[in-house]
């Protein structure tokens, strides 16, 4: 599914909507912020990505931190080898020290730029450590709007942050009689829109985990956080 459309073409789209123009960098500024708020709501399958550029080695203790990717929004998986780990809260990793086959991380030092990622247990061999991830997408700014991989959704789905841009925009930006009136329908456009992102979302979310919604443990059981 190739990426084709810039945000400089959905930045010209808006202004078409809406029959004006906004200054450049408060319109990518916005920009950038719902697009976040989307992707960070719908949790695009799009956006999961893997890195496998660390270690764990026999050497190292609970306390041993490891990189997390520059692009990190969120954890979705760890394995250590072919073996994978649960996440354990970072205000209780004392009490899992010992513990085998555990991960956590100190959000104080990631938010820091520093090593972040933190193993319990212990390894007889070097094995690699594979965090799969929901990555964060750069900012748009003027200087890069005509890169297509900084909205990396289908282009279809990229008229939902046309009308929330339009909407934003005439119902908060320069809001009058007729714009609140226009606000109103870019809202019914947005909502439409944003029905059949979440479903299609889903059932690709859905194909992903083999079929099964959430994930199923050891016990057989169904974890209904992932649901």
């Given at each position: 599914?190739?990426?084709?459309?810039?945000?400089?073409?959905?930045?010209?789209?808006?202004?078409?909507?809406?029959?004006?123009?906004?200054?450049?960098?408060?319109?990518?500024?916005?920009?950038?912020?719902?697009?976040?708020?989307?992707?960070?709501?719908?949790?695009?399958?799009?956006?999961?990505?893997?890195?496998a550029t660390q270690t764990a080695n026999p050497g190292d203790v609970y306390t041993t931190k490891k990189t997390i990717p520059t692009d990190f929004r969120e954890m979705v998986k760890v394995w250590v080898g072919t073996v994978e780990y649960d996440?354990?809260?970072?205000?209780?990793?004392?009490?899992?020290?010992?513990?085998?086959?555990?991960?956590?991380?100190?959000?104080?030092?990631?938010?820091?730029?520093?090593?972040?990622?933190?193993?319990?247990?212990?390894?007889?061999?070097?094995?690699?450590?594979?965090?799969?991830?929901?990555?964060?997408?750069?900012?748009?700014?003027?200087?890069?709007?005509?890169?297509?991989?900084?909205?990396?959704?289908?282009?279809?789905?990229?008229?939902?942050?046309?009308?929330?841009?339009?909407?934003?925009?005439?119902?908060?930006?320069?809001?009058?009689?007729?714009?609140?009136?226009?606000?109103?329908?870019?809202?019914?456009?947005?909502?439409?829109?944003?029905?059949?992102?979440?479903?299609?979302?889903?059932?690709?979310?859905?194909?992903?985990?083999?079929?099964?919604?959430?994930?199923?443990?050891?016990?057989?059981?169904?974890?209904?956080?992932?649901?």
């Amino acid at each position: 599914m190739a990426q084709s459309i810039s945000p400089a073409e959905l930045r010209a789209d808006v202004e078409e909507i809406i029959d004006d123009s906004i200054d450049v960098d408060v319109f990518y500024r916005l920009m950038t912020r719902l697009r976040d708020r989307f992707e960070s709501e719908i949790k695009p399958v799009f956006l999961i990505k893997q890195d496998a550029t660390q270690t764990a080695n026999p050497g190292d203790v609970y306390t041993t931190k490891k990189t997390i990717p520059t692009d990190f929004r969120e954890m979705v998986k760890v394995w250590v080898g072919t073996v994978e780990y649960d996440s354990v809260p970072f205000a209780s990793i004392i009490a899992f020290r010992q513990t085998a086959r555990k991960f956590y991380i100190d959000y104080n030092a990631w938010i820091q730029g520093n090593a972040a990622l933190g193993l319990t247990g212990a390894v007889a061999s070097a094995q690699t450590i594979t965090q799969v991830y929901m990555m964060k997408s750069d900012a748009i700014t003027q200087s890069n709007e005509d890169t297509v991989s900084l909205i990396l959704w289908p282009d279809h789905w990229k008229d939902a942050l046309v009308y929330k841009m339009c909407k934003v925009i005439r119902g908060n930006i320069d809001p009058d009689e007729i714009s609140f009136r226009a606000s109103s329908e870019d809202t019914d456009e947005y909502k439409e829109i944003m029905s059949q992102i979440e479903f299609e979302n889903g059932e690709l979310a859905n194909a992903a985990h083999g079929g099964v919604i959430g994930y199923a443990d050891e016990e057989g059981d169904i974890d209904v956080g992932t649901l």
